[in-house]
C-alpha cells in the first residue's frame, strides 16, 4: 500500500534547480576533487622517488622502486580507502551526514601535508612513513564517497538527481587533472632552477638534491582544496530524508529545507509518528527482509564496482609503464629526475584532458535522459571492445607509426569508463537503499570497488612483469566482459523518488508479511 509522502520530502523530489543545488555540487565536489588528486598524484612521482632513494653507485639505469615497494606506495591508499568506506559510510547513517562529513576533510588536510613531510632521507623511513600517512590519506577520502554521494541524493531533485550526484564525482576528472598540472609546473620550475645532465651523460648528476622536495610539494597541495572547503561544508544543513526519516525530528527536516528552498513547510511530526510504528521498514541490513528486497541489488552494486575498478585503476596507476612500453615516454636513460616526471605528468594531463575529463561530464549530460543502466551497459561495452582491439595486434601498436593511434585507442577506453560505469557505479547505490541503511550500502558497494581497485594496483605490477602488458590487457577485456553481465542486476533509477526506489514509499502489513508475498520496490 502506498503511503503518503512527507512534505518535505515531497518540496525536495519536485523542486526546480537552483543555486543552493549547485552551492552543493561544489562543496561535496571539491572533496572528490581532492580525492583524485591525492590518489593518483603519486603515481605521477613514483618514477621520482626510485631515482632519489633506490639509484645504485655504478649502475647504468636510474634507480627504481622496488616492486613490492612500488606496490605498497601505490596501494596502501587503496586500502585505507576501503577500510574509510565501510566505517565512514557505517557511521553517516549513525551519526547523520553532516557529523561525519568534516571529519574525513580534516583526516584529508592532515594527511596530505604528513605524506609530504614524510621523515628523513633513509629510504626505508621515508617510505614506510608515507605509507602509514596515505594509509590514514585514504581512509579519510574512503568516508567522502558515501557520504558526498548520499548528500547529493538526497538533496535533489527526481529530475535533475542523476547529473547532479554525477557531476561531484565528476569532480574527480578535475582533481586527475590538476594532479598532472601541478607536476608539470613544479617539475618544469625546478628543471629551469637547477638544470641537471640526463642520465647516460651524468647517472648521479642527473638527480639534484632540490628533487626531494619536487615531489614533496606535489603530494601536500592536495591538503589546500580539502582546507578551503571546510567552512562551506560545516555550514550546510542535515539533509532532511536523514533528518526525518532516521532522526524522526520533522519539525528540524521542515525548518532546514524551508530556508534551502525558501517555501513555506509544515511540520509532520504526526505523520513520521505513526510512520515509525508501522512495521515493514525498520528492516536492518543482515535481515531476511533486506536480502529479498535488496539483496540482488547490493550484489549487482557490489560487483560492478569490484570488476570496475580492477580495470580503471591499474589503467590509471600505471599509465607510465604502458607509454613507455610503446616508445611514448622515451628511455629514462635519456632524461634527467625532474624532466622524466615533466613527460610523465605531461603524458598523464592529455590522457585527462582528452578522456577522461569529457567522459565524466558526458555522464552528466546524459544520465537523466538515457538512464544508468544505458550508460554503464554502454560503457562496460566499449571498455571490453577498446581492451581487446589494443591487446590483440598488440605488437602493430608498439611499432613508432602505429603509436598515436595507441594512444588515441587506449583513451577511449577511459572515455568509455567515465561515461559509463565509473560514473554509474557511484551514483546509483546512492540511490536505491533505504535512507537509514543507504549510506551504509553506499560504503559497502565503494569498499567492493576499492577491494577492485587494490587488485588492479597491486595485481597489474606483477602482472605486467610476468605475463607481459598484452595478456594482461585481455585479462583487464575479460573482467569488462563480466561487468558487462552483472550490470542486469542493477535497477534503473531514473526519474523515481529516492523512496519509491528504496520500498520505504510503501508499507507493510502484517498479513502481507505473513503470506510471504514480496513487496514491491
Request: proline share 4%; aromatic share 14%.
Amino acid at each position: 500500500m502506498a503511503r503518503e509522502q512527507l512534505q518535505v520530502l515531497n518540496a525536495l523530489d519536485v523542486a526546480k534547480t537552483q543555486w543552493y543545488h549547485f552551492t552543493a555540487i561544489v562543496i561535496a565536489g571539491m572533496g572528490f576533487f581532492t580525492d583524485a588528486y591525492d590518489l593518483f598524484c603519486i603515481s605521477l612521482v613514483t618514477k621520482l622517488l626510485g631515482r632519489i632513494y633506490y639509484y645504485q653507485p655504478g649502475s647504468d639505469t636510474p634507480g627504481a622502486l622496488p616492486s613490492n615497494v612500488s606496490s605498497a606506495v601505490n596501494g596502501v591508499a587503496f586500502c585505507g580507502t576501503l577500510s574509510g568506506q565501510l566505517f565512514f559510510g557505517w557511521l553517516g547513517d549513525k551519526m547523520g551526514r553532516k557529523r561525519v562529513y568534516g571529519m574525513t576533510l580534516m583526516i584529508m588536510v592532515i594527511c596530505s601535508i604528513a605524506s609530504g613531510l614524510s621523515f628523513g632521507k633513509n629510504p626505508t623511513a621515508v617510505m614506510s612513513t608515507l605509507c602509514f600517512f596515505r594509509f590514514w590519506l585514504g581512509f579519510g577520502i574512503g568516508g567522502d564517497y558515501p557520504l558526498s554521494a548520499t548528500i547529493m541524493s538526497e538533496y535533489a531533485n527526481k529530475k535533475t538527481r542523476g547529473a547532479f550526484i554525477a557531476a561531484v564525482f565528476a569532480m574527480q576528472g578535475f582533481g586527475i587533472l590538476a594532479g598532472g598540472m601541478v607536476a608539470i609546473i613544479i617539475s618544469a620550475a625546478f628543471k629551469a632552477q637547477f638544470p641537471a645532465p640526463v642520465f647516460e651523460v651524468d647517472p648521479a648528476g642527473s638527480t639534484v638534491p632540490q628533487a626531494d622536495y619536487a615531489w614533496r610539494i606535489i603530494v601536500m597541495f592536495g591538503a589546500i582544496p580539502a582546507a578551503l572547503t571546510y567552512y562551506w561544508r560545516m555550514k550546510m544543513p542535515e539533509t532532511a530524508r536523514y533528518t526525518a526519516l532516521v532522526a524522526k525530528n520533522a519539525k528540524q527536516a521542515a525548518s532546514d529545507m524551508a530556508k534551502v528552498l525558501e517555501v513555506e513547510l509544515e511540520s509532520e511530526q504526526e505523520k513520521i509518528e505513526k510512520m515509525s510504528q508501522e512495521k515493514g521498514n525498520d528492516f536492518g541490513l543482515f535481515s531476511t527482509q533486506f536480502a529479498r528486497r535488496h539483496g540482488l541489488h547490493l550484489l549487482g552494486t557490489t560487483t560492478t564496482w569490484f570488476l570496475l575498478d580492477i580495470a580503471f585503476y591499474s589503467q590509471n596507476l600505471f599509465q607510465k609503464d604502458i607509454f613507455s612500453a610503446i616508445g611514448w615516454i622515451p628511455n629514462p636513460k635519456t632524461m634527467n629526475a625532474l624532466e622524466e616526471v615533466f613527460k610523465i605528468a605531461r603524458a598523464q594531463t592529455l590522457i585527462a584532458l582528452c578522456s577522461t575529463v569529457p567522459g565524466y561530464w558526458f555522464t552528466v549530460a546524459f544520465i537523466d535522459r538515457i538512464g544508468r543502466f544505458a550508460i554503464q551497459l554502454m560503457g562496460f561495452f566499449f571498455m571490453t571492445v577498446f581492451m581487446f582491439a589494443l591487446a590483440i595486434p598488440y605488437h602493430h601498436w608498439t611499432l613508432p607509426d602505429h603509436r598515436i593511434g595507441f594512444v588515441a585507442m587506449y583513451s577511449l577506453t577511459f572515455f568509455f569508463a567515465n561515461f559509463g560505469p565509473n560514473a554509474t557505479t557511484f551514483v546509483v547505490p546512492a540511490e536505491i537503499f533505504p535512507a537509514r541503511l543507504r549510506s551504509t550500502c553506499h560504503g559497502i558497494s565503494a569498499a567492493s570497488g576499492k577491494a577492485g581497485a587494490i587488485v588492479g594496483a597491486f595485481g597489474f605490477l606483477y602482472a605486467a612483469d610476468g605475463i607481459g602488458v598484452r595478456k594482461t590487457l585481455i585479462v583487464l577485456g575479460v573482467i569488462n566482459f563480466l561487468g558487462m553481465i552483472f550490470t542486469f542486476l542493477v535497477p534503473e533509477s531514473k526519474g523515481k523518488s529516492l523512496e519509491e526506489m528504496s520500498g520505504e514509499g510503501e508499507q507493510e502489513n502484517g498479513s502481507t508479511a505473513e503470506s510471504g508475498q514480496t513487496v514491491p520496490v
